[in-house]
């Protein structure tokens, strides 16, 4: 295998096509915040952990904050104040979605539906497939 980074190896199971079990942090997603307890986080694994993830995802602003890669968040800032027509704000909001949950290995794809909004507030269902099977995100 050819890599553009030939002083950094792949794990083998990336190698041999595998992902290794995702493991994640459990979210509680009414409260916008990590479970925990006993002092502790809440460890989740397989699709609960890709949800977790694709949710923090979405609600991460893409390009804000240095600590994380410019290939992670979402790019839903960027329609707040356009003079879009509401269709072409849903559109794009769809699209800055898809953009920044298929990033991730493990989810194979996002479908976005009945994305609406209320007032001026933006909603979405997110229906996920992963590598883990089928789940939903409403944002």
Known sequence: MTSLWPMFSAPTDRQAGRLPLYRDILMDYEAGRPVWEGGDPVMVTGL????????????????????FSWSYGCELEALVGQPYRADTKLSEAARYVREALEVNPYIRAAQISDARFEGSTLHLTVALSTVYGRTALYV
């Open 48 to 67: 609960e952990a890709v949800k977790g993830w694709a949710w923090r995802a979405i609600a991460t602003a893409r390009y804000r904050y240095l600590h």
